[in-house]
């Protein structure tokens, strides 16, 4: 029988309604965005990345802001990344305590400042500290541990195939979400569905794939080759919550058309509301700065010159009322 986007699953034990899932996405996962993507539709929400380190060591800013979980966005993954194991049961404790359903841990992240730390795609390299930090987690927290990684550090380097590998049989976890490309390409090139289908094929525990899934096409393409249990939908979702209910409307439902102007104004706004309720209208105005570019190209804004003279207002407006202000001309 065949697998459905629609289909719901169970990762870890924790029901999951659908096959569609918003990846972690640093600096910009927060409640609200994955509340957005759960009104869209979404069945798993996956966080930004949140130190251990900072929560271990009860960083004011960071529990506040990146522990914080909206009621309505559950099931819920907190990812963290890390090196050290003892630090990491500490934080997986305290994700635990502030409502997560899942922890999802960071092994793919290229960033040389995490990289250097030894966490994210350094732990490619180091296989056994890997294994430590997903049972760690998963005993310091008591919830299902999914790691999420990279097919290797270099082209044909397959290290993160080996280790996906470990982590399931030895180090226990509940599932493996692999973005497959290398560490080295950074999020360009095309991803290798092939890597990803082996795991899924070979693994007893779910896969879900990450990786150039920015249409409802693309998205449908990598879950048929893939296998995998889930989609991951990152950039594409930027600024784009309707690809959630685009790829969630089996046959020609209303979900599945592109959404009007006034729907994206709209959405805007409850995301500029949203930024506001979170952050303060002083630094919610400087954060939305990013979101901008985003909804101006759901407006076809994206290129010409109107878009560029709306973008250039936007991100200097003085305040959120006269960023609003330009939006409702
Ligand atoms: C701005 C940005 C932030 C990201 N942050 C994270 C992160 O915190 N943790 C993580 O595992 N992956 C992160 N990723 C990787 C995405 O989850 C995803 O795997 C990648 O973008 C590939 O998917 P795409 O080609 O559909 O965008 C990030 C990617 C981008 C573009």
Redesign the pocket.
């Known amino acids: 029988m065949s697998r459905k986007l629609t289909d719901s699953w169970t990762l870890g034990g924790v029901r999951v309604s659908n096959r569609v899932a918003l990846?972690?996405?640093?600096?910009?996962?927060n409640w609200f965005v994955r509340l957005q993507a759960k009104r869209f539709g979404a069945g798993l929400v996956?966080?930004?990345?949140v130190s251990s380190f900072a929560i271990h060591y009860r960083n004011e800013r960071t529990c506040r802001e990146l522990l914080r979980i909206h009621p309505e966005e559950h099931p819920v993954s907190i990812?963290l990344?890390g090196h050290d194991p003892e630090v990491m049961a500490s934080a997986a404790e305290r994700v635990a305590a502030a409502g997560a359903d899942l922890i999802?841990l960071?092994m793919?992240?290229p960033v040389p400042k995490v990289c250097k730390t030894g966490a994210?795609a350094a732990l490619l390299e180091e296989p056994s500290r890997a294994v430590a930090l997903a049972k760690a987690a998963a005993h310091g927290s008591g919830l299902p541990v999914t790691v999420?990684l990279r097919s290797g550090q270099r082209p044909g380097d397959r290290s993160g195939i080996e280790l996906a590998r470990r982590l399931v049989f030895e180090g226990g976890v509940a599932g493996i979400?692999i973005?497959p490309?290398h560490a080295s390409q950074r999020?360009t090139g095309a991803?290798n569905y092939e890597l990803a289908r082996t795991l899924a094929e070979e693994l007893p525990a779910p896969v879900l794939v990450?990786?150039?899934?920015?249409t409802p096409a693309q998205a449908k393409l990598a879950f048929e080759r893939t296998g995998a249990a889930a989609v991951?939908?990152?950039?594409?979702s930027?600024g784009n919550p309707w690809l959630f209910a685009q790829l969630l409307a089996d046959g020609n439902g209303s979900g599945a058309r592109e959404p009007t102007r006034q729907e994206i104004l709209s959405e805007l706004d409850w995301v500029i509301e949203r930024a506001v309720e979170h952050l303060g209208a002083e630094r919610g105005g400087r954060y939305l700065r990013k979101f901008y570019p985003w909804y101006l190209e759901r407006l076809g804004l994206a290129h010409g010159r109107r878009g560029r003279e709306l973008l250039q207002a936007l991100q200097t407006a003085p305040d959120i009322d006269a960023a609003r202000a330009l939006l409702r001309q």
Not at 23 to 29: F, K, M, Q, R, S
Not at 46 to 49: A, D, G, L, T, Y
Not at 210 to 214: A, F, H, Q
Request: proline content about 6%; aromatic content about 2%.
């Open positions: 990846a972690p996405l640093a600096g910009i996962g996956v966080s930004e990345m990812q990344f999802d960071n793919g992240c994210g999420k979400a973005h490309r999020h991803p990450s990786g150039g899934l920015r991951l939908l990152a950039r594409g930027l």
